[in-house]
C-alpha cells in the first residue's frame, strides 16, 4: 500500500540551512528547543499508547490478525481501535503543524505513520469484509425500508464511534436482520469517517463501488432486465417484445423505489462526512444502470408503432410517471442529472408515440374499405374492434390528460346529424340512412382534451357506419345494423370510463337515436305485412285476397329476417314486443272475422297465437361477428378482413 497521510511530507521536505537572501539561519533558541523536545516526547508517548492495538490487529503482523475481524471478535476492542487511530492522527496533525517538530521528532512521526498505514490496512480489510459478509442484510430493499436516509445509530461520538448499547437501542423497534444491517450500516460509517480523516477516503470509495455495483447488476438481473439494444427492440416480434414489456413494468417499482433508493440511503449513511466521495461513489455505482433501465420505454417507443402496442406505451409512461417523485430526489447530483434526463426523455418520447399511435388509428378507421355487409344487420367487426380500442383508452385517462395537456383539436363544425344532435332524436324518421350535417354545438362546449379525442375517434367509427349501412339492399336491414351498432357503442360507453369523459347526456341521446333506428326498421320491415290486414269491412273475395296476401308477407318477412339480428338482449325484447304490436291485435280481430265469414277455409293457415310465437322466434340469429370476443382484436383495421391478430386487448401490466 502507498505511504499516504503526514509520511508523504517526509521525503520532499528538505531542511533548511540558509535564509533565501544567503545568510545563515540562526540555531532556535533554547526556548524554541525545549518546545520542539516537548513536542516530540508527546508524539513519542502518543504512539507506545496506541501501537499494542494497531499492531495487533495488523493484518501482515500475524495469522491471528489476518483471518480474523476486528468488528465480529470484539466490538468493545474496535471502539477502541477507532478511537486509537483517531487519537494518533489528531497528534499527527497537532505535531506536523509545526515545521520545525519535524525537524526534532522526525521519528517519532514516521512510527506514527507506520502505525497509521497499519491501521488503515486493517480498517481497509474490516470495511470489506463488513460489506461482503452483510451483503443480504444490506439489500436495498431492507435498507430502503427504513425511515429516512438519517443515521441508523446516534450512537456515534466525537471520532465516529458507535456504542454497544445505543446500537442496540436503535435496533429495539426493528427485526433482527434490520437490526443486523443497522449494526453493520454504523460499523461501515465509523470506519469510512475515520478512513477518509486519514486521508483514505479512495480507498473506501475503491472498495465500496466494486461490491456494490455488482449488486445493482445483479438485482436488476434477478428482476428480469435485459439490456437491448435498438436494432433488437425493432426485430422483435410482438408476443416476446410485450413479455419484455410486462417484465419491465413489474421491475420498475422495485429497481427505482428500493433498489436505487436503497443504495442512495446507504450510501448517504456511509459516507455522510463527505459530499464529494457520496456523489461520484453514487454515480459510478448507479447511474449507467439507471440510464440502461429507465430508456428501456424510449426504444420500444421508436419501435414501430401499432394499436397492439398502444397500452403498453400507456402503461410504461404511467410508470414513469409515477415513479418521477422517487426518481428526481434519488439521483439529485449534478453527475447523475443523466438519470432524471433519461427519464423525462423517455415520457417524451412515449407521449409522442401515443399521440401518434391515436392519430394513426383514427386514419385507418377513416380509411376502411370493407365492402361486405355484415350478415343479419349484426355488429361490424370493425365496432367491436374499435371501440374496445376507445374504451380501453378511456381507462388511461390521466396519462392521455398528461399527453394531450399542450395540444389542442378541434371538432369538425360538421357533423351528421346522429352524431351530437339532440334535436335528431325525435325528428320524423328518414327514409334511409344518412350522413346530412347538421351542426353541433360540441365544439362551443368541447370538454377535456381526452373527451374531445376519443369523441373524434368514435365520430369517425359512427361516420364509416353510416358508410356501410349503404352496402345492404334492403332499407330495413340497414336501418337495423346502425341500430345494432350505435346500440353496441352505447353499451360499451355506459360499461367503462368513456361514459365518465363523454357523459350520461351523451349516451342517452345516442341511445334514443339507436332505438329511432330500430323503429325505421320495424316500420320499413313490417309495414307490408300490417298493411295487408284491413281495416275496416270488406267483403268475402277481398277477404280472402287479404289474408292471403297477409299469408305470403308474413312467410316472406319470416324468411328473409330468419337470420337478422338484433343483438342487445334489451332491445331484441323491445323490437319484437313492437312488431308483436303491429301485426297480432289487428290479426286477431281479421281472423275471427274470417273464421265466422269462411270457415275452416285453407285460406286461414295461422292462429294469432301461431304468427304471436313465429314473430317471438325471430332476431335471434348469428350476429355476422365473433360474438364472445369483446376485442374482436383480429379485425386488421383498414383492410375490412379477419386475422389471427395479437390480443393486444387482454392488457395486464
Known amino acids: 500500500m502507498p505511504r499516504k497521510g503526514l509520511r508523504s511530507l517526509l521525503p520532499s521536505y528538505s531542511f533548511p540551512s540558509r535564509h533565501h537572501d544567503g545568510r545563515s539561519l540562526a540555531p532556535p533558541s533554547p526556548h524554541r528547543r525545549q518546545q520542539q523536545s516537548s513536542a516530540a516526547t508527546m508524539m513519542e508517548d502518543k504512539v507506545t499508547a496506541v501501537e499494542a492495538i494497531i499492531t495487533k490487529w495488523d493484518p501482515n503482523a500475524s495469522s491471528f490478525a489476518k483471518i480474523t475481524s476486528l468488528f465480529y471478535q470484539d466490538r468493545a476492542e474496535a471502539h477502541r481501535f477507532l478511537l486509537a487511530v483517531s487519537d494518533l492522527q489528531r497528534a499527527m496533525l497537532d505535531f506536523a503543524s509545526d515545521k520545525g517538530n519535524l525537524v526534532s521528532g522526525s521519528d517519532a512521526l514516521v512510527r506514527a505513520q507506520t502505525l497509521m ?51 442496540r437501542a436503535a435496533g429495539e423497534s426493528i427485526g433482527e436482520v434490520e437490526r443486523a444491517a443497522a449494526i453493520a450500516m454504523a460499523d461501515l460509517h465509523a470506519i469510512a469517517e475515520t478512513m477518509m480523516s486519514a486521508g483514505y477516503g479512495k480507498e473506501c470509495f475503491r472498495i465500496y463501488k466494486i461490491l456494490r455495483k455488482s449488486i445493482i447488476d445483479e ?20 408476443e416476446s417484445l410485450d413479455s419484455k414489456i410486462r417484465t419491465w413494468l413489474a421491475a420498475s417499482r422495485v429497481a427505482v423505489k428500493t433498489l436505487f433508493s436503497g443504495e442512495r440511503i446507504l450510501l448517504d449513511h456511509v459516507f455522510a462526512g463527505s459530499d464529494s466521495i457520496r456523489e461520484a461513489c453514487f454515480a459510478d455505482i448507479a447511474r449507467d ?32 410517471a409515477e415513479l418521477w417523485p422517487e426518481i428526481e430526489p434519488v439521483f439529485s447530483f449534478e453527475s447523475t442529472a443523466a438519470v432524471p434526463t433519461q427519464a423525462l426523455n423517455s415520457l417524451v418520447k412515449l407521449a409522442d408515440a401515443a399521440r401518434a399511435t391515436i392519430a394513426d388509428f383514427e386514419v385507418a378507421m377513416q380509411k376502411d374499405t370493407s365492402k361486405s355487409p355484415i350478415p343479419g344487420g349484426g355488429i361490424h367487426p370493425l365496432t367491436r374492434y374499435s371501440m374496445n380500442f376507445v374504451a380501453l383508452l378511456a381507462d388511461y385517462d390521466a396519462a392521455l390528460a398528461d399527453i394531450f395537456a399542450d395540444s389542442t383539436l378541434h371538432m369538425p363544425s360538421s357533423l351528421p346529424d346522429f352524431f351530437f344532435d339532440t334535436s335528431q332524436a325525435s325528428a320524423p324518421p328518414s327514409p334511409a340512412p344518412s350522413s346530412a350535417a347538421s351542426t353541433s354545438n360540441y365544439e362551443e362546449n368541447p370538454g377535456s382534451p381526452v373527451a374531445v379525442r376519443l369523441a373524434r375517434l368514435i365520430l369517425v367509427l359512427l361516420c364509416k357506419l353510416d358508410d356501410k349501412a349503404g352496402l345492404y339492399r334492403e332499407v330495413s336491414l ?35 337515436k339507436a332505438r329511432q333506428y330500430a323503429s325505421n326498421f320495424e316500420r320499413l320491415g313490417w309495414s307490408k305485412v300490417a298493411a295487408a290486414i284491413p281495416a275496416g269491412e270488406v267483403g268475402p273475395a277481398e277477404m280472402r ?29 323491445v323490437v319484437r314486443a313492437v312488431v308483436r304490436g303491429m301485426i297480432v291485435p289487428a290479426y286477431r280481430g281479421f281472423y ?11 285460406v286461414v293457415k295461422f292462429s294469432p297465437e301461431d304468427v304471436g310465437s313465429r314473430l317471438s322466434e325471430l332476431f335471434s340469429g348469428s350476429d355476422g361477428s365473433d360474438s364472445g370476443s369483446e376485442s374482436y382484436s383480429g379485425y386488421r383495421l383498414g383492410s375490412g378482413s379477419v386475422s389471427g391478430g395479437s390480443k393486444w386487448s387482454s392488457r395486464s401490466a
Open 592 to 602: 275471427v272475422k274470417c273464421r265466422a265469414e269462411l270457415g275452416d277455409s285453407a
Open 219 to 238: 438485482c436488476l438481473y434477478r428482476l428480469g432486465f435485459e439490456k437491448l439494444s435498438p436494432s433488437q427492440i425493432q426485430k422483435m416480434d410482438w
Open 289 to 320: 444502470a439507471a440510464v440502461q433501465f429507465l430508456s428501456f420505454p424510449e426504444l420500444v417507443a421508436k419501435s414501430k408503432r401499432s394499436p397492439e402496442k398502444m397500452f403498453r406505451i400507456l402503461d410504461l409512461h404511467d410508470a414513469i
Open 478 to 512: 340497414s336501418y337495423l345494423f346502425l341500430a345494432n351498432n350505435l346500440q353496441y357503442i352505447v353499451n360499451k360507453i355506459r360499461g367503462s370510463r368513456l361514459s365518465h369523459l363523454l357523459g350520461e347526456e351523451w349516451a342517452t341521446r345516442h341511445a334514443a
Open 117 to 167: 498505514q497499519a491501521a488503515m490496512r486493517r480498517l481497509e480489510k474490516e470495511f470489506d469484509q463488513i460489506l461482503s459478509a452483510n451483503r443480504d442484510r444490506l439489500d436495498p430493499e431492507s435498507v430502503s425500508a427504513r425511515s429516512s436516509r438519517s443515521s441508523v445509530s446516534d450512537a456515534e461520538d466525537d471520532v465516529g464511534g458507535s456504542s454497544e448499547d445505543d446500537i
Open 545 to 573: 285476397e287479404r289474408m292471403r296476401a297477409f299469408n305470403a308477407g308474413l312467410e316472406k318477412a319470416c324468411r328473409n329476417q330468419a337470420e337478422w339480428v338484433v343483438a342487445d338482449a334489451g332491445m331484441r325484447e
